[in-house]
């Protein structure tokens, strides 16, 4: 049973560039989310899909897009790559959005990003 | 708007210690509140959670936790540390129809 899996782990972009980060879970989730975590200020949610064939802005939506393929599948878009984009980004899934609060979230390992 | 604090940004403990890491939290109407532990280049784990009922909660590797109302506060705690616990922690609240809000972290160093 893998959970979540983020591809790649780890990634150097130039400035610009596009690139596409992978997620996927296996544990039959509804709701998926990806996340940013700097140094300092915990995690912020970028985008959430709170089921399939939705997805919603999170607090740092700007420069992202996402698509939720299928149930299983949660991806994140960088069209045009900044250096502020260097982060790490996770990917979560829970049982539910709405409804089922103390759901807990269950992580990816996480990509690096490095945009120079 | 829901915001959560964690006051420290590292705790050093010696291996055998009580280990209290804390958290106060912001949050229109009823809180849920949990804890999650990162390990190095890993995501971030579930430990525990308080929704409702006893205000001690216990969850995984022998941590618990205190819900405090009056004083909105919601401290991790371990009574003997191991080495093993250094980690990443944090704290997150979230409140009926909104999303899930985490604190900056507190890194623990358990030195042996």
């Known amino acids: 049973n893998a959970g979540v899996t983020q591809t790649p782990k780890f990634q150097v972009l130039k400035t610009g560039q596009s690139m596409t980060l992978q997620c996927a879970q296996d544990?039959?989730?509804?709701?998926m989310y990806w996340y940013r975590q700097d140094p300092g200020m915990g995690l912020r949610l970028i985008y959430y899909s709170a089921s399939e064939g939705t997805t919603d802005k999170g607090e740092v939506p700007n420069g992202y897009n996402v698509s939720r393929l299928n149930k299983r599948e949660f991806s994140l878009r960088l069209e045009s790559a900044a250096p502020s984009q260097t982060s790490v980004y996770f990917c979560?899934?829970?049982?539910?959005?709405?409804?089922?609060?103390?759901?807990?979230?269950?992580f990816g390992n996480g990509t690096r990003l490095t945009v120079t | 708007a829901q915001s959560v604090a964690q006051p420290e940004d590292q705790v050093n403990v010696a291996e055998g210690n009580p280990l209290t890491v804390k958290c106060t939290y912001s949050?229109?109407?009823?809180?849920?509140l949990f804890w999650y532990v990162q390990y190095p280049n890993r995501g971030l784990q579930f430990l525990l959670k308080y929704i409702t009922g006893d205000n001690l909660v216990k969850g995984s590797y022998g941590f618990e936790a205190e819900f405090n109302k009056s004083q909105t506060s919601f401290h991790l705690k371990k009574p003997s540390a191991l080495v093993s616990d250094s980690a990443l922690y944090f704290c997150?609240?979230?409140?009926?129809?909104?999303?899930?809000?985490f604190g900056g972290g507190t890194r623990v160093l358990v030195k042996p």
């Open positions: 979560a899934s829970s049982e539910a959005f709405r409804g089922s609060y103390n759901s807990p979230l269950h």
């Open positions: 544990m039959n989730h509804n709701s």
């Open positions: 997150a609240v979230r409140a009926a129809g909104n999303k899930l809000t």
């Open positions: 949050v229109s109407g009823n809180p849920y």
